[in-house]
């Protein structure tokens, strides 16, 4: 009965590689949400998706990030041409269709920019 | 969302019972109270969650009040793995998790 899982845990990028982060929802989970945590702040919500569809992407940065949720597979939060303020860690987070639990989350993929 | 409205931080004795209070004073009739809580460095955990009814599992009871304004979160027991940032939520279903700076609790020894 595995939960979220997220991978990797940890991620170290130079300046303009790219990253990209998977997260695999729990068992019965349809809706996916990431979030990301810069060092010593709050968790900021980023993107919401359904299976092959962006639902609210109202805190994704404009320019170089992206999010997908395929049909077949984990959901990728894909981040180009990273910088140093990219440097965060990353949540995932999992619900059913009423979210009526609440939501799920992973343990976070740890992204450092060198 | 209706915002809602916790202290910055807040200390415990190791044993005693923490109370973590939470004010939302603009909820509406639909929306519920969430708890998580994010121990350092960890993805947050869902502690409990209700409407308006007080609510109790195993690790903490939920009490809120009769005109739903405020709540609080009870740990009974309180031990140093407690320690951490706790977040208070009022949203209705299928709505985002918006996470506000919450209450750092510290149990101390």
Redesign the interface.
Known sequence: NAG?MQNPRHLVRRRGQEARLRCSPMKGHSHV?W?RQLPEE????MV?LQKENII?ESGMPKERFSAEFPKEGPSILRIQQVVRGDSA?Y?C?SSSA???????????T?LTVV | DAKTTQPTSMDCAEGRAANLPCNHSTISGNEYVYWYRQIHSQGPQYIIHGLKNNETNEMASLIITEDRKSSTLILPHATLRDTAVYYCIAITYGQNFVFGPGTRLSVLP
Do not use: N, P
């Open positions: 979220v949400y979030y709050g968790l900021k919500f919401y609210d860690a949540f987070a009423t979210g009526r639990h609440g939501y799920t989350f992973g343990s976070g740890r």
